[in-house]
């Protein structure tokens, strides 16, 4: 017992990320105070980060101890998990309109700031980076193939019902068995990984150099961590209405930008670690993975979820969302089809989140 | 005499396809019974596969005996034969949403449900295959010349004219010019072929491995092979209307997936026996080849004979159509771009095509 | 002086299309005239060609003698200077819509036809060109960037406010701080090349060939290729509405098609006599650098410099022009993805900048 609290107390001072998990009881505390107030929120946001932090690297000792079959679907069902979690407290709260921001900002995200950040970073510091090529391929076709996904209902929708609002049967029906299709397709991705023992989607980060866990104390760091993750999720959701308000922000903007960014820390932290020790293909495979198993994976699960709070949630997103998963997708396509990265690119890459930030802020809400 | 007709029996022995030919006396028995039921249409649908299948045979044993030249002539004209002749036979009835819809279809099918099983049966049997990039890189070029092609009518009429359904003097000059210049570019690719002995656009099966035949047997089985594909055409466009209220399916559904199957099933038999065989190069160049040969020959040219039966057609496809050709385009020249396929990637693209098969099953007629 | 004088006249003969400089006398000798004759235009948009020439080659020189890194500020400053000079010209006279559609053009114009024509002579007279993947891929993610930007305020404009015209003040925010991050990206662009002595937009010919010239009498040719430019843009421009009306011609068409091929005609020749010489490299650096150069800096310039001369001009392209810079850089990105070009490729591109043309022509006005 001493040994597996040593573990767990080893675990949380390797990295500094944790020092933010002193956010959950001052959310805890401000909430007391006064549950309406915008600080709620933005210190719930905050601990989310280590929180998230604490599955991902709960997760990780597992799967180095289990061989890499089981170690490989584990990272495949909790490396999203807290965008996972949070999603499922926005469905339960009716709030769908964050929930498909969030996914979109967790997309763009990964994409861009993350996969840009890492080719910035990685680039000042080693010049020219080059990757694997086709981890770069597997992965982009991957992203589009979802990108297809999130295409379609939206089209129909407009199309034929004149309006992104609009909610008939006939695109609940598409959503519900295009999201059959894309898990689908992720379960194969996880076969295809087991058989050639190459990961098309390793959305996981492999940050925890540190000393190895017992799976006990593995599993008591997995069970605090979607704990904390699941409490701060609500207290987040909660504190949401009145934090729009008193900040003057688009439901939009919050998941798009906010609510996204605090799911990926965690990811964002790896994949500029790895681009730093100059090993792009993992910063690659970690930031553009994540981003296809938020759309293969999370997204359809929270579809499918859906229907059990109430009124389904569809996979029609809105314009602006279709567009800028569409331009970020071919963004890095460009960029990662020639096999190497520069700081510039990087910063190109940003560029593209900051312009697409933008017009998120500025939409009227 | 003798020796043509032992050529024939041996030329339909050699595929199993041709047993389905039986279809064809079938749906004209059906048609003297009642000529509104649907099993009319279905029996015409079927028997077109083997019909598409001789013309297909025909051509290339001529092709084989007349030497590059004429011979890739003979390939680019009659390769996509059966298509035109259905295109033709709906032109004629006035059909043209289900013209439109099978031009679409025949795309996209040849796209991801040819080359998208091809890489899969070809994947599970073979492991990754690599294919000729140049190949992959020239046939998808065609192919972008041909989406922008249909893309710019569809904006002009939707932004200018606010509906896809509108048809003023403007959009059939835009059609018509465009058409031409489609032609002239489909042209300068047969010459390309004929100069460098490299073929950009490769529509054509190399399905039959058997025995030569003489020219005469070969006129005579193009003959037949015509003959019965433009009477069980006319028979499955009679048939289109009452069947479509029979089975409930719009008109779109009928041409995305129905008409476009019937026309691409030898492509699709060929190409799949290439990536069998680990000949993904010769499998990548009929599918993708055939998804070019299709917009940039047999639309256009649907397009110029429409002027002979009444009011023109336009080169206006609706926003499902466009979208689909444009993701489809896309989904492939991610997979192609990096010169392998694996069975992942086939499924994806499989995905694909079933994720924009369920939008245009469920989209309101 | 005399020599001076002499540098000036040898450079003025090395290049025929210096004749045409005859054309600015005969513009002015026809303004006289009839200042509402579209023959001043037709006039003043040929004299443009030369002038457009003039400022070129003396950057060149300049650049030439003041090593790599001034040399290399110099071209990506004064390289499209045509472009901006006639920018201003119309910006200041409240032509906006002409404006955003030389943009346009001198995108799509250097993307296609300049490009496209370099693939297609080069191709004819060498046969298959390779080209530098590694600069293909840099300026062609520089370019998706500036298409970034150009979609999304488009598609925030259109689905915010229900149309393409309207210009609130959402939009007018948007199209500044995405200037401003465009004009950060192409200064790092610039850095970028300093650092590593590659450079990522390298969107000035090479086309002078001649004797070296003094730094005076080159700042002489600057000034008087810039005087000239100036004169003629204005000319130009206060000729333009009469000639539309006589010429039955939209703003759209003028300055997607007509201003735009005036300001890259020098491009437009340095790429193409580069091409014949088998440096295709080169020949889309030119063409491909020059595109992007227009997007990432005369672009945001025009618009910051708009606040000068009354309401500000926005970064809303209507949905014509975004589809068509979207078509013509996804169109390129599949050209020179592959490292290589030939004549048929550069047909293609030319048939895809002939249909773009035709849809620009048509377009009611």
Known sequence: MTSTLNQLRRELESSWLNVLLVAAPLSWWLRQQDPASMWVFLSAAVSLVPAAGLIGSATEHLARRSGPTLGGFLNATFGNAAELIIGIAALRAHHTAVVKASITGSIIGNLLLVFGFSCFVGGLRNGSQKFNRTSAGTATVMLFLATVALVMPAVVDR???????AHPEVIDRLSFWTSL???????????????????????????????????????????????????????LVDALAPALKQMGMSELFAGVIIVALVGNAA????????????????ALEISIGSSAQIALMVAPVLVLLSYAFGPPMSLVFNAFEVTAI????????????????????????LGVYVILGLAFFLIPG
Not at 159 to 165: D, E, P
Not at 326 to 349: H, I, P, R, Y
Request: charged share 15%; with cysteine; glycine share 8%.
């Open 326 to 349: 569409c331009l970020s997708t071919l963004a890095v396509a460009f960029v990662a089809m020639d096999g190497e990265s520069n700081w510039l690119e990087g910063l190109q890459l």
């Open 159 to 165: 199309v034929s019902f004149g309006s992104l609002q």
């Open 267 to 282: 990811e964002h932290y790896s994949a500029v670690s790895a681009a730093l020790r100059n090993e792009m293909t993992l």
């Open 181 to 235: 299709v894309l898990l689908g397709v992720y379960a194969a991705g996880l076969v295809f990984t087991f058989r050639t023992s190459r990961d098309p989607l390793r959305g996981v980060p492999a940050h925890t150099r540190g000393d190895h866990m017992t799976t006990k104390a593995s599993l008591l760091l997995l069970a605090a961590g979607t704990a904390l993750t699941t409490i701060q999720a609500e207290i």
